[in-house]
């Protein structure tokens, strides 16, 4: 069995994700500090969540791609209620937008940031939470 990441024990539940072939380049690419997707090789469209070909362009010759990690908040919401046992609340949730492509987004948490400083607009960049194997992609302020 793999050793808990030093600090790993002390951190809150979460749930995640089951680690299938077509999802494992985006939840492992943390390992690497990489924030992953699919793109398809014909037109370069990243392609989120993994499918099994590119909507765009209809190719099947897709690969997995790193992006900057750099990306806007669209929208975000608070949540106080403790929907979750031991996961401290508040907390928010967002819907970030990947800076690499218009519309290619995720829904996450933010950290590292005050609740009241959170604003639709606000450049964010990646920081993954490591649990069992499993690279969360989180997103915190871009400073300076
Ligand atoms: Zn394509």
């Given at each position: 069995?793999?050793e ?20 494992e ?19 370069g ?6 499918a ?6 209809l190719?099947?010759e ?7 990690g ?12 403790p ?6 609340t ?7 937008e ?16 005050p609740?009241?400083?959170?604003r ?7 920081r993954f939470?490591a ?5 969360l992609?989180l ?6």
């Amino acid at each position: 069995m793999r050793e808990k990441a030093r600090g790993e024990a002390d951190q809150p539940f979460r749930i995640l994700p089951r680690i299938t072939p077509e999802n494992e380049h985006f939840w492992t690419g943390g390992a690497e500090d990489e924030l992953r997707f699919k793109r398809c090789r014909s037109c370069g469209y990243y392609i989120h969540p993994p499918a099994p070909r590119c909507p765009t362009c209809l190719s099947k010759e897709l690969e997995v791609a790193a992006v900057s990690g750099r990306a806007t908040v669209l929208t975000y919401t608070v949540n106080h209620q403790p929907w979750i046992p031991g996961f401290p609340t508040p907390y928010v949730v967002a819907i970030v937008e990947i800076e690499e492509q218009p519309g290619l987004r995720l829904m996450t948490n933010l950290v590292n940031c005050p609740i009241d400083a959170v604003r639709i607009g606000m450049p964010v960049r990646v920081r993954f939470e490591a649990r069992d194997g499993v690279y969360l992609p989180l997103f915190e302020p871009v400073t300076g």
